[in-house]
């Protein structure tokens, strides 16, 4: 039997990294987001927001015009202007079945540039089209049509029943880092690192959170640019610590209101708290 480690604060607090007196706005990290669409813009102001909030130089925006006024009236430090770009968050509140042919040229765009790169719900299709440094963030239905679609057979069921078994499977299969959402995320590559992060709360299960846990992550990648140039295995605990710190926000907005419900937004104003007591550490 294949052992998954349950990441923690200590493990988390590794991969925190505060500025210093000689950095600038891209050492620090500049991320590329590709990501919202008409039918779903909260999708980029969030994912935007959760990762200025967690800490990078820059967050530079690609989508329709309607997107990105949006996020900028939310996050006006936001870059829409193309640009220097060090790692990619791209699909969030996309739908692969609608993409327009300026939309897909942005994603492959993206992709072409062998940039590390998050992968969510509406490019999950792409992976495997380019050669960097991947993760990819499938919830369980979205794991097994990504499967299916590959010539893998497998059900909605079946991988709800068996989340680690086909979380492995599929970045062997796919050969990228996973990052299986649910009540216990599981996380793990090709080459055999598995991680669990068990929910603080189940509050979490609601709509954008998704996109939040992606800004966190894209932001982690994109800080850690330099070592991601010669080594692609720091994406894996890269997720794991997103995971983490996304969870830990989570609980924290909901004993900001006594055990009751919150929405995504509230999980990502919390995520500066949990970044500086993780430095604390």
Same mark, same amino acid.
């Given at each position: 039997?294949?052992?998954?480690?349950?990441?923690?604060? *200590?493990?988390?607090?590794?991969?925190?990294?505060?500025?210093?007196?000689?950095?600038?706005?891209?050492?620090?990290?500049?991320?590329?987001?590709?990501?919202?669409?008409?039918?779903?813009?909260?999708?980029?102001?969030?994912?935007?927001?959760?990762?200025?909030?967690?800490?990078?130089? /820059?967050?530079?925006?690609?989508?329709?015009?309607?997107?990105?006024?949006?996020?900028?009236?939310?996050?006006?430090?936001? !870059?829409?202007?193309?640009?220097?770009?060090?790692?990619?968050?791209?699909?969030?509140?996309? #739908?692969?079945?609608?993409?327009?042919? /300026?939309? +897909?040229?942005?994603?492959?765009?993206? +992709?072409?540039?062998?940039?590390?790169?998050?992968? #969510? &719900?509406?490019?999950?299709?792409? %992976?495997?089209?380019?050669?960097?440094?991947? !993760?990819?963030?499938?919830?369980?239905?979205?794991?097994?049509? +990504?499967?299916?679609?590959?010539?893998?057979?497998?059900? %909605?069921?079946?991988?709800?029943?068996?989340?680690?078994?086909? $979380?492995?499977? &599929?970045?062997?299969?796919?050969?990228?880092?996973?990052? =299986?959402?649910?009540?216990?995320?599981?996380?793990?590559?090709?080459?055999? #690192?598995? @991680?669990?992060?068990?929910?603080?709360?189940?509050?979490?299960?609601? *709509?954008?959170?998704?996109?939040?846990?992606?800004?966190?992550?894209?932001?982690?990648?994109?800080?850690?640019?330099?070592?991601? *140039? @010669?080594?692609?295995?720091?994406?894996?605990? =890269?997720?794991?610590?997103?995971?983490? /710190?996304?969870?830990?926000?989570?609980?924290?907005?909901?004993? $900001? %209101?006594?055990?009751?419900?919150?929405? $995504? =937004?509230?999980?990502?104003?919390?995520?500066?708290?949990?970044?500086? $007591? =993780?430095?604390?550490?």
């Amino acid at each position: 039997m294949e052992t998954w480690q349950e990441w923690t604060a *200590a493990d988390a607090a590794k991969w925190i990294v505060a500025p210093t007196a000689v950095d600038d706005k891209y050492s620090r990290g500049v991320l590329g987001v590709v990501a919202g669409s008409p039918e779903y813009p909260g999708a980029a102001v969030l994912s935007v927001e959760a990762a200025h909030r967690t800490g990078l130089g /820059m967050v530079r925006y690609t989508g329709p015009r309607a997107v990105r006024t949006a996020v900028l009236a939310r996050r006006p430090e936001t !870059v829409t202007a193309p640009g220097r770009v060090q790692a990619w968050l791209i699909g969030s509140g996309i #739908d692969a079945e609608r993409r327009s042919f /300026m939309l +897909l040229g942005d994603l492959q765009g993206a +992709l072409a540039s062998r940039l590390p790169v998050v992968l #969510d &719900a509406g490019a999950l299709d792409l %992976v495997g089209t380019h050669t960097a440094p991947t !993760v990819i963030t499938p919830h369980t239905r979205e794991l097994a049509v +990504l499967l299916a679609s590959r010539g893998i057979e497998t059900s %909605v069921a079946q991988v709800r029943e068996a989340p680690a078994e086909w $979380a492995l499977r &599929a970045a062997r299969e796919l050969g990228v880092a996973v990052l =299986l959402k649910g009540a216990v995320t599981h996380i793990c590559d090709p080459d055999g #690192d598995r @991680s669990t992060v068990v929910a603080a709360t189940h509050w979490l299960a609601s *709509a954008g959170t998704g996109d939040v846990l992606g800004g966190i992550l894209g932001a982690l990648v994109a800080t850690h640019h330099e070592r991601l *140039a @010669s080594d692609a295995e720091v994406l894996t605990p =890269l997720a794991a610590t997103a995971a983490w /710190m996304h969870g830990e926000a989570a609980r924290r907005a909901t004993a $900001a %209101v006594d055990g009751g419900p919150v929405t $995504a =937004l509230d999980i990502a104003q919390q995520v500066p708290r949990v970044v500086g $007591a =993780l430095l604390a550490r």
